[in-house]
Nanobody
């Protein structure tokens, strides 16, 4: 069972940037589709972005399109989420999730993933 670990969450001010990372201790994520999701207090978990195995197949939810970038660090076997111009509405716990091995597609819905990390907290406040 692949166990995912997120890192990089922090407290930032509106307009600032942050980079989250998703990795697994036992394997490279290069060959899995990966999704990033977030959940704010009192709200349902929502998709943020996903990346398929075959680049450059990346997809974003409308709320983050143009501000967030999902990418792979092949040297580390991880997936990163670069978040720019953060807004208070971006705050929440961010989760990464593992999808299908070798998939040339990815999903912006939770049902497309079979393993999840524990999450990392992002707070956007002045």
């Amino acid at each position: 069972q692949v166990q995912l670990v997120e890192s990089g969450g922090a407290l930032v001010q509106p307009g600032e940037s942050l980079k989250l990372s998703c990795g697994a201790s036992t394997t490279s994520l290069d060959y899995y589709s990966i999704g990033w999701f977030r959940q704010a207090p009192g709200k349902e978990r929502e998709a943020v972005a996903c990346i398929a195995v075959t680049s450059p197949n990346t997809f974003y939810t409308d709320a983050v399109e143009g501000r967030f970038t999902i990418s792979r660090d092949h040297a580390k076997g991880t997936v990163e989420l670069h978040m720019n111009n953060l807004e208070p509405e971006d705050a929440g716990v961010y989760y990464c999730a593992k999808g299908a091995l070798g998939a040339p597609y990815c999903a912006l819905v939770p049902a497309g993933y079979d393993a999840w990390g524990q999450g990392t907290q992002v707070t956007v406040s002045s």
